[in-house]
């Protein structure tokens, strides 16, 4: 199958090939798209779409307030500080 032009795709992904890499590279998209049309032909109507072949679920542990740093731990390694916050760099001008 080859009804896509090599040097549009990749002129797209913005790399440059050998003319034996266009061949090469050439073939196996021309593979895939032939693949890609034989999965179209299977009737998927009475499947539901999933974004994964298993179900997957969330383990989440409660949300429970416990002991945090202090202000003076937390700063206690901070290369500058001032007012009790951390002094960094400005980045934006």
Known sequence: MSDFNIHYVAR??????????E???????GNIL????????VDVSGVEPM?????LTNVMRPDVAEPSLTQEEALRNAPARA???FVVPKIVE
Do not use: M
Request: cysteine-free; hydrophobic content about 40%; proline content about 6%.
């Open 34 to 41: 032939g693949y890609i049309a034989k999965l179209r032909e």
């Open 51 to 55: 974004s994964h072949a298993f179900p």
């Open 23 to 29: 061949e090469r590279l050439g073939a196996q998209l």
């Open 12 to 21: 797209l992904a913005r790399i440059a090939l050998t003319p034996e890499e």
């Open 83 to 85: 007012s009790g916050l």
